[in-house]
């Protein structure tokens, strides 16, 4: 029997309009600039006005006056300038050292990267992974963000085991524990390098897998029982792993000159007040070169239906791309003097104690955009302020009650967390729970739990291994 049934139900369609300008918003500066490229490459109506150089005009026009002037003289008469330049040096002490060639940790991943069987789909997921790994060779982003984020940037849907199965080849890389979620997996990526068969190792190998949350919270008396060890052989296993390495990658100030980021916002203070720019501005320099769509219109015949409809749609895309422009610049502006006006005190005086909760929830409710929007263009866009150049995905956190009532920053308590840690004396370590005090001495009431969260948030090591590694 057949049968018709009348239903109604909510669905979520994203067009593949609003996908690109997801897409559009999430770009940097650099990115930005290299998307125009591409566009004006690809779209015949698009044109762009090029930002000029004064510094590099008025260079080249002294080029060309000393070139004019080296006409003045014959070949003989030329004066030697380098020559002139030695004279200032002994020839034992002239300048010929070579240019360094600085090398980072996520370029030697990548060249080891090449050298493995990997078909495109690997190889393009774990250069990405590598590419976005913190400074320390950990990967602090959760996964199903970076497959969100990595579908936007190549514009396709990437499912989560993609990515899951792109750091596990990350993980086989050296440094040993590249690609590492947490300190936890960093230790247990060594330890699996060792010789498994040893006893310290094996006992350190089960201690970190299946106990490691009772050794955060020194529970001393049940790791002994179900590790069926003492205090010397408990001992042994501590020291084993205080002797690796918390993070893959220890020298965090590497010079990477490839990576040098371009801010998108300019902060300015001027008294009280907190005046936002972009650094700079694309929208009047992208425009649609009408009197081509013109000329080539007044060419083409109405017979000539394939040439009608590609220079239509080669004219929509080019008015499409220009409006997106203009769209992201002012979405951009919009969200940053939302921040500004939320953390106005914090951008005036650079003390992150003044720094405010903060989540895309409200910049939301204010700006009345979407959550992802708001994601998209703080996820990889930087600040220059007067206190120096920050990421403003740093800014946002959640809120934590003091004794007072008032509602504070949870990045005021990681801060208060590290002074604390930092001035501690290093062979005998704060436990979690003398943290607590210290922060009920200053105010912050916080459970234990909440203090061992923060810590490992910031990848510092229980006191009992801290004692170790000093």
Known sequence: MVSQIQTQRQQLKILPQQIQMLNLFFLSKLELEQRIKNELEENPFLECTEEKNNDEESGAREDSKDYETW??????????????????????????????????????????????????????????????????????????????????????????????????IVQTLEPVGIGACSIKECLLLQLRTLNVKRPDVKCAIRLMEHHYEDLMHRQFEKIHYVLKIDDEELRMVLNLIGSLKFYPVVETNQHDPKNTIIPDFIVGVYGEDVLVNLFSSRRDAVFVNQSLYDQLACQVTSKEKAATQY?????????????????????????????????KEYFITGDIRLLKPMVLRHIADITGLDIATISRVTGNKYAETPFGLIHLKKLFSEGIADKKGEVISNKVIQLVIGEVIGGEDKKHPYTDQQLVNFLAGKGYNIARRTVAKYREQMHIPIAQIRAVWA
């Open 71 to 168: 006409e003045e003289f014959n070949s003989d008469d030329r004066p030697d300038y380098k020559a002139e330049y030695m004279n200032y040096f002994d020839s034992a002490e002239a300048p010929n050292a070579p240019i360094v060639n600085v090398s980072t940790f996520k370029e030697e991943a990548k060249q080891q990267l090449r050298m493995l069987d990997l078909n495109e789909e690997e190889m393009e997921t774990a250069a990405y992974i590598i590419d976005i790994l913190s400074p320390q060779g950990l990967m602090d982003r959760p996964l199903d963000e970076v497959a969100d984020d990595m579908s936007f940037h190549f514009s396709t849907i990437i499912e989560e085991d993609r990515i899951k199965r792109g750091l596990e």
């Open 311 to 343: 220079i239509r749609s080669k004219l929509s895309g080019a008015q499409w791309f220009v409006n997106a422009v203009k769209q992201r610049e002012e979405t951009m502006m919009k969200v940053m003097k939302c921040i500004a006006g939320i953390q």
